[in-house]
């Protein structure tokens, strides 16, 4: 991470680009969202070095050849609609009060990582809305399918870093590679049956609406996949690999984006007391579920939530192939064969855009005015292949936040933290950016 850091760094002194070799391939770094805005709209291709990727997810939409995504995309972005999402929002409740209850056994332990917490429910909210299987993992924080994601992500972000690991002629016969692909084949089958069963199911609702019977099948929130495979032409070879990027895209950058809101506020206990006066006034004193209509009214927590992104993206690069000429402002021309690195992290704090205090945490500036250029902020990427689940996590994010503020406050793991000058958080990349302290806090209860 420490990297990206000095790139983007030396970028902002660059006129917002720099250029960097990662083994043989040159790649031009990019800390300016005006230079962003022009390549994340002209570059669709992904950089080759995200195919390493594919080795998991196949042809899954968000790492597939633009003459895959496009078409799927279509299909895709019509499940994301407010209604659907809206419907996710009593699994995002129900799954945020199993997370208060786990985390009443953390309320005498002092500093603790709320990470394997917000993974937990990240897991069993992504698969429940996502795939329509309650995989419980909340309850059994070893459930295998979780495991076999964790360690394929972690296995597949150890190469992408190492270079020498990239060609499958080596890696092949590396022991990671057995590994990873005994934890690839557990969790496609996992996922091939769950959609083996969505389509039996499926035609059963057909043939009872055929026949005028009332069908008796699943209750409550269609999942996406459920719907995918109503309303749409996916074989079930499409309808797995797209299962594997929801799954993918859903937990882990779900969990790295409340895993450091959470971080912010034991740190900002200011931000936090706001925080709860304004859930006190669309609540009162309610322990009720959050419901749609709350999460609109939460201006103060959707600025915090920003801000964390703002400073700790969950995905702090992009990176593109560059296949024809493209002119850039300021005069430089890209040229075909060379990658391009989308700074994201770089791009959040380049003072021009954020101003001189744009290192520090501050909500309000979400609040205050608007985006000097819409490519300042993209948490969750920019342009034509932005993620189509950006509102589906900030749901998410502030379903869990909501319900977990009203019955705890965060505070830091450290005592005298209050009294001792802040420190920048160590980072580390794996895929995400997280914190290399494995974000440890404590809490207390409010009653």
């Known amino acids: ?95 945020s009060e199993i997370l208060i209850t786990k985390l009443k056994e953390t309320l005498d332990r002092g500093s603790f990582s709320v990470w394997n917490y917000f993974t937990t429910y990240t897991m069993d909210a992504v ?14 924080p ?74 008796t099948g699943s209750d409550g929130v269609k999942s996406l996949l459920e719907l995918l495979i109503k309303n749409s032409n996916f074989t079930d070879k499409e309808l797995q690999e797209e299962s594997v990027i929801m799954v993918l895209a859903g937990t882990d ?42 999460l609109s009214q939460l201006k103060y927590l959707d600025a915090v939530v920003r801000e964390s992104l703002r400073l700790y993206p969950p995905v702090p690069v992009i990176t593109r192939k560059v296949e024809r000429d493209v002119a850039l402002p300021g005069g430089v021309t890209l040229i075909p ?32 005015s608007a985006l000097k250029h819409p490519a300042a902020f993209m948490p969750f990427s920019y342009g034509p292949r932005g993620c189509l689940g950006y509102r589906y996590a900030m749901m998410a994010l502030k379903s869990a936040l909501a319900s977990l503020l009203r019955q705890y406050r965060l505070m830091p793991d450290n005592e005298s933290y209050a009294t001792v000058k802040r420190e920048p958080l160590r980072l580390k990349f794996d895929i995400m950016m997280k914190d290399v302290n494995n974000f440890r806090l404590r809490i207390e209860s409010r009653n």
């Open 337 to 368: 064969g060379c990658g391009v690195v989308v700074n994201i992290w770089a791009i959040h704090r380049n003072p021009h855009y954020w101003g001189d205090d744009a290192e520090e945490f501050r909500p309000e500036r979400f609040l205050d």
């Open 142 to 215: 070893d459930q295998p399918f979780l495991k076999a994601f964790e360690e394929c992500c972690d296995l597949g972000s150890a190469r992408m870093v190492q270079p020498w690991l990239h060609s499958m002629t080596v890696y092949r016969h590396l022991p990671q590679y057995k590994r990873y692909m005994k934890n690839k084949y557990f969790i496609c089958d996992f996922i091939k049956k769950i959609v083996q069963s969505k389509r039996k199911d499926n035609e059963l609702h057909q043939i009872s609406d055929m026949n005028g019977d009332q069908y």
């Open 1 to 95: 991470m420490r990297a990206f850091q000095i790139l983007g760094r030396d970028a902002f002194n660059r006129d917002g680009m720099t250029s960097v070799w990662h083994a043989n391939r040159f790649f031009t770094v990019v800390a300016d969202p005006i230079i962003a805005d022009v390549i994340l709209k002209s570059c669709l291709e992904k950089d080759d070095i995200m195919k390493l990727a594919q080795l998991l997810t196949d042809n899954g939409s968000i790492f597939a050849a633009v003459s895959i995504w496009r078409p799927r995309r279509k299909i895709l972005a019509s499940h994301f609609n407010t209604k659907i999402l809206n419907d996710f929002v009593s699994v995002f409740s129900k799954q």
């Open 253 to 294: 950058t779900t969990a790295v984006a409340a895993s450091f809101t959470a971080l912010m506020l034991s740190q900002h206990l200011d931000v936090q007391d706001k925080v709860y006066e304004e859930l006190r006034e669309v609540f009162g004193d309610s322990n009720r579920a959050v419901e749609p209509d709350d």
């Open 127 to 140: 698969c429940e809305t996502s795939l329509g299987v309650q995989v419980k993992s909340q309850h059994n």
